[in-house]
């Protein structure tokens, strides 16, 4: 089943917006990963950033990280939407498409955290997290 979601980067202040939120939802956060944990990833000095956590807000899990060392926080770009699906065949399509005219950040393939993962800014600007 294919699903949607909402994935929020912050300039280094993340685990403080993971309280923040937690706080004001009503929630808990998830796993927490920090860029220094993650292997393969060059932390270039942000070793106790977040990479990846997580959080239920209502009925739909959330998204949450810091920009990665290499990309520059700038309020607008500081959200991407994801999207999962178990049809890798259906995933490569939708990510061929998303890259006419966009970026592709990451081109899809296997990852430490997915069979199959891939990032691209479509020609609209917005960021897609395509993945299994």
Known sequence: MAKLGVFIHFDGNCNDALKFYAKVFGTTTGMIMRYGDAPGIDAMGFEDRITYSDMMIGSENV?????????????????????????????????TQLSEGGNVIMPMGKTFFSELYGMVTDKFGITWNIMV
């Not at 990665?68 to 959200?79: E, I, M, R, T």
């Open 63 to 95: 998204m949450f990280s810091d920009m990665p060392p290499q990309d520059k926080h700038v309020v607008g770009n500081n959200f991407a939407l994801s999207y999962s699906d178990t049809d890798q065949d259906k995933l490569h399509n939708i990510f």
